[in-house]
């Protein structure tokens, strides 16, 4: 089992930028790791992923040329930088580690552990 801890959340203003951190500890070694979202009133949604050796990212429409995923391996964290903050993007955070491998790194059943989440809210 994997245990998550991400941080980083906060308020900032449109235009403005964010870096989220997750750290990973217990069973580090995972296929991947991913960032979700979940604004209020709607379903979680897939924001980034990476693998876990950091051969390949994969971004969600919305947010591509905006966020960069990255990872630090001998720190076990992974990183969601966000630039360019939009409203919309105001949404609770979560990190996620997908243990096993497969070709799909956007669905939230892929991925067996989350962290608690943090809290961005951008203001417009």
């Known amino acids: 089992q994997v245990q998550l801890v991400e941080s980083g959340g906060g308020l900032v203003q449109a235009g403005g930028s964010l870096r989220l951190s997750c750290a990973a500890s217990g069973r580090t070694f995972s296929s991947a790791m991913g960032w979700f979202r979940q604004a209020p009133g709607k379903e979680r949604e897939f924001v980034a992923a990476?693998?876990?050796?950091?051969?390949?990212?994969y971004y969600a429409d919305s947010v591509k040329g905006r966020f960069t995923i990255s990872k630090d391996n001998a720190k076990n964290t992974v990183y969601l930088q966000m630039n360019s903050l939009k409203s919309e993007d105001t949404a609770v955070y979560y990190c996620a580690a997908k243990l096993y491998g497969s070709s799909d790194y956007e669905g939230r059943d892929e991925y067996d552990s989350w962290g608690q989440g943090t809290q961005v809210t951008v203001s417009s």
């Open positions: 990476i693998r876990w050796d950091g051969s390949r990212t």
